[in-house]
C-alpha cells in the first residue's frame, strides 16, 4: 500500500496589508464558487513574495525555478489535462528571467491561469526596482514594463484582464470568469493583479486615484483586440491604470494547446502502463525495431 503524508496550509508571511491577501481570497472564492475538487487544483508558484501563495492552500502546490513556473504549469496541464492549473507569480518572476515563457504562453494557449501580482518592485529582496517599476523608484531610468499591452499585441484567442486588490469583489468576479475559459478547454487566461507592496512600495492610495474601469470607456469591446489596445494605450499615454476584461475571444472555441495534443483521451500520467493490455502493442514495436 502506498501512503502520502500531505502538508498543511500555513499562515501567510506577507506583512499585513500586503495586496496578495487579496488575491489569496480570491482565488480561494473564485475556486468555491466554480465547486472545483481540492485535488483537481493545481496552484504553481514562482518566486517572491507572490511565490509562496501555494503554501497557503490546501490544494496540490508546486513551488517552481525562478522565471520557470509557467513552462511547469504548461507541463502540469498536458500531463493530466483533466487537472485545473494555475500558475501565480510576481512582476520579477514573470516579466524579468521568466518574460520568454511569458511571451511564448499566449502563444502556446494552454488552458492554464497565469495570476500576476504586480508590486512594481522586488519585494523580497528589499525593494530594488522590477521591471515594471515607475521612473525614479530607487534611481530607476527605465520606462515600465506594460504587460497588458504585450499581452494584446500578440494574436491569439487569450482570456486577459486585469485587478486590483483593493477591489477583491471585481477580482473573484474575472478569476471565475479566467478560470471557467480554462475548464472549458478554450485556452490560456492571464490576470495581472495591481498588488501593493505595504512595506517597500505602497501605491494603494496612488492607485486608487489612477485606476479606469475599461468597460465603463466609450468603444469597449473585449473581442476586438485592436479596439482594446487603443484604449488601453490611450489610459497608459494618459498616467491612468487601466482594469478589468481586456479581450475575451468572440467564438467559444476549444483552442487549448492540450486540446489539440491530447483531444479527448487521458492525459500520459492516467495512461495504463500495465504489460497485459499494452502487450499486443509492444510486440508490434519490437517487431518494427527488429525488421
Not at 502538508?7 to 465547486?35: E, Q, R, T
Not at 520568454?100 to 523580497?124: C, D, Q, R
Request: some cysteine; charged content about 20%.
Amino acid at each position: 500500500m502506498m501512503r502520502t503524508l500531505s502538508a498543511k496550509p500555513v499562515p501567510p508571511i506577507w506583512c499585513p496589508g500586503c495586496g496578495d491577501f487579496s488575491v489569496l481570497a480570491a482565488v480561494k472564492k473564485a475556486a468555491a464558487n466554480l465547486k472545483i475538487p481540492v485535488h483537481e487544483l493545481v496552484l504553481v508558484g514562482g518566486i517572491g513574495c507572490s511565490g509562496s501563495i501555494h503554501n497557503f492552500l490546501e490544494v496540490n502546490g508546486i513551488h517552481a525555478l525562478h522565471g520557470r513556473l509557467l513552462a511547469q504549469a504548461v507541463g502540469v496541464k498536458l500531463a493530466n489535462p483533466a487537472l485545473t492549473v494555475v500558475a501565480a507569480g510576481g512582476d520579477g518572476d514573470g516579466y524579468a528571467i521568466g518574460m520568454g515563457h511569458f511571451i511564448h504562453a499566449f502563444k502556446k494557449n494552454a488552458s492554464i491561469l497565469y495570476l500576476v501580482m504586480n508590486n512594481e518592485t522586488y519585494g523580497l529582496t528589499k525593494g530594488q526596482a522590477s521591471p515594471t517599476s515607475q521612473l525614479g523608484y530607487e534611481g530607476n531610468v527605465e520606462p515600465p514594463f506594460h504587460s497588458i499591452l504585450t499581452a494584446l499585441s500578440i494574436p491569439a484567442p487569450n482570456f486577459i484582464a486585469r485587478t486590483f486588490s483593493g477591489d477583491p469583489k471585481s477580482m473573484t468576479a474575472i478569476l471565475e470568469e479566467a478560470l471557467r475559459f480554462n475548464r472549458e478547454g478554450r485556452g490560456f487566461a492571464f490576470v495581472e493583479d495591481l498588488s501593493p507592496c505595504v512595506t517597500y512600495n505602497d501605491t494603494y492610495k496612488l492607485w486608487r486615484e489612477k485606476i479606469v474601469d475599461v468597460s465603463a470607456l466609450p468603444g469597449y469591446d473585449p473581442t476586438d483586440r485592436k479596439t482594446m489596445f487603443r484604449l488601453c494605450l490611450e489610459q497608459v499615454e494618459a498616467g491612468r491604470l487601466p482594469v478589468g476584461v481586456m479581450h475575451r475571444p468572440k467564438e467559444p472555441g476549444r483552442d487549448g494547446l492540450e486540446v489539440k495534443l491530447v483531444g479527448d483521451r487521458a492525459g500520459p500520467v492516467r495512461t495504463d502502463i500495465r504489460l497485459a493490455p499494452n502487450l499486443p502493442a509492444y510486440e508490434k514495436l519490437l517487431a518494427t525495431s527488429a525488421s
